[in-house]
């Protein structure tokens, strides 16, 4: 079955840095385009930043602004969320999904406090 797994989330400091990562089993990895998502408790789930199957075309949320980097590695079946120059307003639950699909990850926990 179709199973996602993020990890790399954790409390830093604003103006930090953290690499998400998700791993992808059970499809075909490199035949997908992949998303990132974030949730806030008692907000909608909101669109981080997507990419296509072969890593050709990125796009992102507004409030990214150039902060973050989604990338992939189809030779490991992963896709990552480099993140940088964090805001507190970044705190959140971090989930990466395949695109046009209702596959989603556990989550990973971002929390960015001084």
């Known amino acids: 079955q179709v199973r996602l797994v993020e990890s790399g989330g954790g409390i830093v400091q604003p103006g930090g840095s953290l690499r998400l990562s998700c791993v992808g089993s059970?499809?075909?990895?490199?035949?997908?385009?992949m998303k990132w998502f974030r949730q806030v408790p008692g907000k909608e789930r909101e669109l981080v930043a997507s990419?296509?199957?072969?890593?050709?075309?990125?796009k992102y949320g507004d409030f990214v602004k150039d902060r973050f980097t989604i990338s992939r590695d189809n030779t490991k079946d992963e896709l990552y969320l480099q993140m940088n120059s964090l805001k507190p307003e970044d705190t959140a639950v971090y989930y990466c999904?395949?695109?046009?699909?209702?596959?989603w990850g556990q989550g990973t926990q971002v929390t960015v406090s001084s």
């Open positions: 999904n395949v695109w046009g699909t209702q596959y």
């Open positions: 059970g499809f075909v990895f490199n035949t997908f385009g």
């Open positions: 990419i296509v199957h072969d890593g050709s075309i990125t």
